[in-house]
C-alpha cells in the first residue's frame, strides 16, 4: 500500500491526536510523507476529536476527502461511527473500543445510544467491516486507563494494514510518551496487538 | 526521547520532522533569530507562543503571554523599532483588538524584522466569527504571507523577517485552522545566530519616523507607506510561492491560495486532471503577482478561484482581468460557484472543477443513500465541562439564585471561555424560533442553557449596562467572565459602570488560568510564559481599586455559599462582583494540587428526580429502564458538587 488514509476517533481527553501524530511521526521516519488534520479545540474534556492521518507520496491537504478513510480508528464506539458514516470507503475497516463514553445528550435523555450491534450493521451495510475489542480493560490492565491509544495503536499495528513496521511505531511511542510510563505503554501496546491474533 | 519541544531548538538544517502549523510558524521565527515574541492565546494560534516560550529560555530570547493582543502586538513592535527581529501571533478576533496601533504603526514602519502571524478559523470551531484577516493587511498595504501547508509555513515565517527588514514593514502572515492545527513533514533550516544590539534613531531615514504627529505629517508618512507598494509587488513577482504551471491548450485554469492550493492539488487528482488544467498557486494574496495572474488569464478562458475565507484573491483577479482578458470568466466564491460560507474542502474544490470541467466525480449514488441512511445512527455528542470543573458548582449556584425571582426573565450575558458552554444548548434539543412581544422565561434544562447573550472577549459586562439603561425590568441584570477574560477586556467596563452608576451583578468565574485555549498563565496565575514566578494580581483588589463597593468571594465547590453570594448581590441595589473562585480541576490534576476521590451513588435512596443530572456533569449518567443515575467511575474525579446537589442524599464522597 503506497497511500493510507486513517482517522483516529474519539472523546476529548482519550488521547487520540497523540496516536495520530505517533503513527504520522513513524511514517516520516521510514522516509514516507504525512499529513495529519486534527480537530480539537478547548482543553476540555468530553468533546467529539477526530484526527485524520494522510500517509503517502501525493498527499496534500490534512483533510480525507468523503469516503477516503481506508481505516476509521475509535477510542469510542460512537465516535467511530460518527466517523464512519461520512468518511469510511467501501472496504474499509472499523477499529473500536467497546467502551461506551455517553454524550450528555444521552444522559439527559434527548437522545439514545447506538447498540454495538447496530454500528456493526451499518458498518457492513456501507460494505465495510468492523472489529471490536475492549481496549478499555486492556489500558486498565496495562496499568491505567490513560493507555487505551497505545492499546488502539497495537492492536492497528496487528491489522498489518499500516505502511510502516511494527518496530518503528513502537520506538515512536517509546520517545513520545513520559518517559516513566515506557513499560505501561509497552505493556498497552502487546496488550492491544495480541487481542487482534 | 526527542520530543518535538527539543526539536523545534536543534540546528540540524535537512533534518526532516513532523510539525504542527503553529510549531512550523515558531520554528521559522526560531530560525530567523526572533529576540521578542508575545502575544495572548487564541485557538487556533495559541501554539506558536506556546512553542516559542519553551524555546526562549533555551536559546536566549524572549517570550511572553500579554494581557491581551493589543498589548502583545506593541510589545512586538516596540521591539522591532530597536532593529531586533520580533513576532506577535494571534487568533482571528485578536486582530480587531490590535488594529489601532496596526493601521497606525505602518505609517512609520519598523528598523527589524515584524512578523504579524493571525490564524484564522474558517467553519468558526473555535472562534464567535469567520472572519478573513487578510483584508486587514490589505488594508494597512502591508505584504500578507499564505501558507499551503507546515513546510511553507516554516519557510514563510524565516523569510518574512528578511522581507520586512527589506521593505520596513511589518509583514502579515495568514494561516487557517487546517494549517495551525494541522501538522506536516518540514525539513529543518538553519537556526541565526541573534547577536544584533538594539539601537534607537529618532529620524532613522526619515524624520520623526516613529511619531506620526511628528513633521512632516501623518498624511506625508501616508505616502512613503504606498511608495512601498510598487517595491513590495516586484519582490512577490520572485517569490517561490508563487507559482504557474502552464501549458500548451489549457482552456480551464485554477487559482488557489494557501489552504486552497493543496485542496486544489488534491481534487485535481481526484478527478484525473493532473497536466489538464492551467494552475497559479498563490502564496501572496496581497499584493498579487500580478504579472503572473495576468499570464493566466491571457491564456485561458475559465478561472476558478480556490481560497478560504472571503472572495479576496477573487475580487483583485477581477480587477486585474478587465485590462488583461475582459473576457475571461472567473469563478468563485463571490459568484457563487463556491459556497459562500463556511470551510472549503477537498470534496468541495473538486465538485466546483468538476463542474467547469465537464470531468465527473467518481461517485457511488446507491452507497450515499446508505449513507443517508445510517446517518440517523449517530446521536449528538454536545460540549460539556469536565468533570469536576469549577464552573458546573458556579452554574449550578447562579441557576439556584435565579429561581429565587420565579417567573421572572433574567438576562444573562455570556462572555469567552470554557464557561462560554453555558450557551451552547443541547445539541440533541429542538430550539424553535419564538415571535414574542413581550418578555419570554426559558427553564435551565442544563446549565449549557444558562447564557443568554454572547458575543466576544469582554462584551458581556458592556451590554448588562445597555441592558439596565434601556431601562429593562423584567428580571435581573447578569454578566460572567473568567478570570483571563477580566484582565484582557473587563476593566474598562467595570470602571465605567461605577462611575456612571450601572446596576447589575459581575459574576467572576476564576480558575486561575487561560483554560480553555490550552492553559497559558494569566495575571491571576503567578507564573510566566517562560516559567518564572511573578506576581499574582487579585480581582477583588482591581475591583475594589476601580471603586466597586459590593464585592463577595466564594469556592465553586461550595455551592450553597456561591449561591448566597450571588442572592446577596442580586438584591444588592449597587453595581455587585461576585468573584466565584477554584483553580481549575484539569490543571490540578496535572500539578498534582488535586486529589480524585471516588463518589458513590446509592442505587436505594435515588428516586431518579434527574436534578444530578441536569448539573451538566459528564461523568454523571442515567438508566431510563431502571429510572436511576450512575457516576461514570472513569470520568468521575470526586469534586463532590453532584453530593451536594442531591436533594435526597444518595451521593457520597468517598475516598
Ligand atoms: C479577542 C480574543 N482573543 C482570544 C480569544 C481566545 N479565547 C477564548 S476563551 C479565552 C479566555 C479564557 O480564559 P478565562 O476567561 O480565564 O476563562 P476559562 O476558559 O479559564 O474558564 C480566550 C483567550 C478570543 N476568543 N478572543
Known amino acids: 500500500m503506497t497511500e493510507l488514509n486513517l482517522i483516529i476517533a474519539g472523546v476529548g481527553g482519550q488521547g487520540s491526536i497523540l496516536a495520530s501524530h505517533m503513527v504520522a511521526m513513524a511514517a516520516i521516519r521510514e522516509g514516507l510523507r504525512a499529513r495529519v488534520g486534527e480537530t480539537f479545540g478547548a482543553a476540555m474534556r468530553g468533546g467529539a476529536v477526530a484526527s485524520h492521518v494522510r500517509i503517502g507520496k501525493g498527499v496534500n491537504a490534512p483533510l480525507i476527502p468523503r469516503g477516503g478513510a481506508d481505516i476509521v480508528l475509535a477510542m469510542e464506539p460512537l465516535e467511530g461511527l460518527r466517523n464512519v458514516v461520512s468518511f469510511l470507503r467501501k472496504g474499509g475497516l472499523l477499529l473500536t473500543n467497546t467502551h461506551e463514553w455517553l454524550p450528555v445528550d444521552v444522559n439527559i435523555g434527548r437522545a439514545n445510544y447506538p447498540s454495538l450491534q447496530s454500528i456493526k450493521e451499518a458498518v457492513e451495510q456501507l460494505g465495510g467491516r468492523m472489529i471490536a475489542i475492549d481496549g478499555t480493560s486492556l489500558a486498565q490492565q496495562a496499568g491505567d486507563v490513560r493507555t487505551l491509544n497505545v492499546v488502539m495503536l497495537g492492536a492497528l499495528a496487528a491489522t498489518g494494514k499500516l505502511p510502516i513496521s511494527t518496530e518503528t511505531l513502537k520506538q515512536i511511542i517509546m520517545e513520545n510518551v513520559p518517559r516513566k510510563t515506557v513499560e505501561m505503554n509497552m505493556r498497552a501496546f502487546e496488550l492491544g496487538f495480541n487481542s487482534l491474533k | ?655
Not at chain 2, 465537464?358 to 457511488?364: I, R, Y
Request: proline share 5%; glycine share 10%; hydrophobic share 40%.
Open chain 2, 1 to 655: 526521547m526527542s520530543s518535538t519541544s527539543e526539536i523545534i531548538v536543534e540546528d540540524s538544517p535537512g533534518k526532516r520532522v513532523l510539525l504542527m502549523g503553529n510549531e512550523a510558524i515558531a520554528r521559522g521565527a526560531i530560525e530567523a533569530g526572533v529576540r521578542v515574541a508575545a502575544s495572548y492565546p487564541g485557538t487556533p494560534a495559541s501554539e506558536i507562543l506556546e512553542t516559542l516560550a519553551a524555546a526562549a529560555p533555551k536559546l536566549g530570547f524572549y517570550a511572553e503571554w500579554s494581557v491581551n493582543e493589543k498589548v502583545a502586538f506593541e510589545v512586538a513592535a516596540g521591539a522591532a523599532i530597536t532593529g531586533v527581529r520580533s513576532i506577535t501571533s494571534m487568533k482571528n478576533a485578536g486582530l480587531n483588538w490590535v488594529m489601532d496601533m496596526f493601521m497606525t504603526l505602518v505609517y512609520g514602519g519598523v528598523r527589524g524584522g515584524f512578523l504579524i502571524a493571525v490564524a484564522d478559523d474558517p467553519d468558526a470551531h473555535y472562534s464567535s466569527n469567520e472572519q478573513d484577516t487578510r483584508f486587514a493587511a490589505h488594508y494597512a498595504e502591508i505584504p500578507c504571507l499564505e501558507p499551503s501547508d507546515a513546510q511553507e509555513a516554516k519557510d514563510m515565517a524565516r523569510y518574512a523577517f528578511e522581507l520586512s527588514e527589506q521593505i520596513e514593514l511589518p509583514v502579515f502572515l495568514r494561516s487557517v485552522t487546517r494549517i495551525s492545527h494541522a501538522s506536516g513533514d518540514v525539513e529543518l533550516g538553519k537556526i541565526e545566530k541573534r547577536d544584533r544590539k538594539p539601537v534607537f534613531d529618532k529620524h532613522w531615514k526619515m524624520p520623526w519616523r516613529w511619531d506620526v504627529y511628528g513633521p512632516p505629517s501623518a498624511v506625508e508618512k501616508h505616502r512613503w507607506l504606498h511608495g512601498q507598494m510598487p517595491k513590495i509587488k516586484k519582490i512577490v513577482e520572485g517569490l517561490p510561492w508563487n507559482r504557474l504551471d502552464l501549458h500548451e491548450g489549457q482552456s480551464v485554469g485554477v487559482i488557489a491560495s494557501g489552504i486552497g492550493a493543496s485542496y486544489a492539488l488534491d481534487a485535481i487528482k481526484l478527478l484525473g486532471l493532473e497536466g489538464r488544467v492551467a494552475f497559479l498557486k498563490i502564496g501572496t494574496p496581497t499584493p498579487l503577482p500580478e504579472k503572473l495572474v495576468e499570464k493566466l488569464l491571457k491564456s485561458v478562458t475559465n478561472v476558478l478561484v480556490v481560497e478560504e475565507g472571503e472572495p479576496l484573491v477573487e475580487l483583485l483577479v477581477k480587477a486585474l482581468a478587465k485590462d488583461a482578458n475582459p473576457a475571461v470568466k472567473i469563478m468563485g466564491r463571490f459568484t457563487g460557484d463556491m459556497p459562500p460560507v463556511g470551510e472549503i474542502n477537498i470534496d468541495i474544490v473538486a465538485k466546483a472543477i468538476s463542474k467547469l470541467t465537464g470531468k465527473e466525480l467518481p461517485s457511488d449514488p446507491q452507497l450515499e443513500k446508505v449513507r443517508e441512511e445510517v446517518k440517523k445512527l449517530v446521536v449528538p455528542r454536545s460540549s460539556t465541562l469536565c468533570a469536576g470543573c469549577p464552573h458546573l458548582g458556579t452554574y449550578w449556584a447562579l441557576k439556584r439564585a435565579l429561581s429565587k425571582f420565579g417567573g421572572k426573565v433574567p438576562i444573562v450575558n455570556g462572555d469567552i471561555g470554557c464557561y462560554e458552554q453555558g450557551g451552547y444548548g443541547i445539541a440533541g434539543k429542538e430550539y424553535k424560533p419564538s415571535f414574542s412581544t413581550e418578555s419570554v422565561h426559558y427553564k435551565i434544562e442544563a446549565p449549557y442553557e444558562t447564557l443568554d447573550t454572547n458575543y466576544i472577549m469582554g462584551g458581556g459586562i458592556g451590554l448588562m449596562q445597555g441592558e439596565f439603561r434601556a431601562g429593562y425590568g423584567d428580571g435581573p441584570l447578569v454578566a460572567v467572565a473568567g478570570d483571563s477574560t477580566f484582565f484582557h477586556a473587563c476593566m474598562p467596563a467595570v470602571a465605567n459602570a461605577v462611575v456612571n452608576k450601572a446596576k447589575g451583578v459581575f459574576l467572576v468565574l476564576d480558575n486561575s488560568w487561560t483554560a480553555m485555549t490550552g492553559h497559558q498563565p494569566d495575571p491571576v496565575t503567578g507564573v510566566t510564559a517562560m516559567g518564572e514566578k511573578t506576581k499574582t494580581l487579585c480581582i477583588e483588589d482591581v475591583a475594589r481599586a476601580l471603586g466597586v463597593e459590593f464585592i463577595r468571594v466564594s469556592d465553586s465547590f461550595d455551592v450553597r455559599a456561591t449561591q448566597e453570594a450571588i442572592e446577596e448581590a442580586l438584591k444588592s441595589d449597587k453595581f455587585a462582583i461576585v468573584v466565584s473562585r477554584r483553580v481549575c480541576t484539569l490543571q490540578a490534576m496535572r500539578l498534582k494540587q488535586y486529589t480524585r476521590k471516588k463518589m458513590f451513588l446509592e442505587k436505594d435512596t435515588c428516586t431518579g428526580c434527574r436534578l444530578c443530572v441536569s448539573l451538566g456533569c459528564p461523568a454523571i449518567t442515567f438508566n431510563t429502564e431502571e429510572n436511576k443515575a450512575g457516576i461514570d467511575p472513569i470520568i468521575c474525579v470526586g469534586c463532590g458538587i453532584c453530593a451536594q446537589v442531591c436533594p435526597v442524599g444518595a451521593i457520597k464522597v468517598g475516598e
